[in-house]
């Protein structure tokens, strides 16, 4: 009974470079969040996600990141021409309904280091 | 604008001693309380959840939590702490969607021997 599955846990790049997370939901899930970790600091919503959709992405830079959840595969969150600022702890989240459930699952989480 | 709060950053107890981890939340309605807990290097897992009826909710590993409105307080508690409990704590809030849901920035527990 795999719980959700972020990959890489640990991810190096170096600035300008491209980082993609993956995140695969917990089976049966359909819906996906993203959240950003910084060091001291809570967890920040990026976007909400369902199978080919972006609900709502209110949290997400305008520039650089951007996410998708494809009909087939898991969800990808990609920042492009990473800077240093970028470096934090990315979490992904499933849960089986939008509203009213209230609890998320919660992957162990994707580390960016950005040199 | 919704908010939450954990004034502690950082608590350490002894082993066996009650704890309280403190919550206050900014909403503009009833909203959805939850506490998870994080240990190092892992992911999220819900503690417990209050959406409605009883404002004393019981969760896992022995965690309680009080609602109390006029307080706009969702605070932690256990009554002996054990070495393992030793974690970052997060209070979150949510409204009727999850992408709504905002999280306090922590409050890291140290347990003494």
């Known amino acids: 009974n795999a719980g959700v599955m972020q990959n890489p846990r640990h991810l190096v790049r170096r600035r300008g470079q491209e980082a993609r997370l993956r995140c695969s939901p917990m089976?049966?899930?359909?819906?996906v969040y993203w959240y950003r970790q910084l060091p001291e600091e809570g967890l920040k919503f990026m976007v909400y996600l369902q199978k080919e959709n972006i609900i709502d992405e209110s949290g997400m830079p305008k520039e650089r990141f951007s996410a998708e959840f494809p009909k087939e595969g898991p969800s990808i969150l990609r920042i492009q021409q990473v800077v240093r600022g970028d470096s934090a702890a990315y979490f992904c989240?499933?849960?089986?309904?939008?509203?009213?459930?209230?609890?998320?699952?919660f992957g162990e989480g994707s580390r960016l280091t950005v040199l | 604008a919704q908010s939450v709060t954990q004034p502690d950053i950082h608590i350490t107890v002894s082993e066996g001693a009650s704890l309280e981890l403190r919550c206050n939340y900014s909403?503009?309605?009833?909203?959805?309380l939850f506490w998870y807990v994080q240990s190092p290097g892992q992911g999220l897992q819900l503690l417990l959840k209050?959406?409605?009826?009883?404002?004393l909710v019981q969760g896992i590993k022995g965690f309680e939590a009080e609602f109390k409105r006029s307080q706009s307080s969702f605070n932690l508690r256990k009554p002996s702490v054990h070495w393992s409990d030793a974690a970052e704590y997060f209070c979150?809030?949510?409204?009727?969607?999850?992408?709504?849901?905002?999280f306090g920035a922590g409050t890291r527990l140290t347990v003494k021997p």
């Open positions: 989240a499933s849960s089986p309904g939008s509203t009213n459930t209230g609890e998320l699952f």
């Open positions: 089976k049966g899930h359909s819906h």
């Open positions: 979150a809030v949510g409204y009727y969607n999850n992408n709504d849901m905002r």
């Open positions: 209050y959406f409605s009826g009883d404002t």
């Open positions: 909403y503009g309605a009833t909203p959805y």
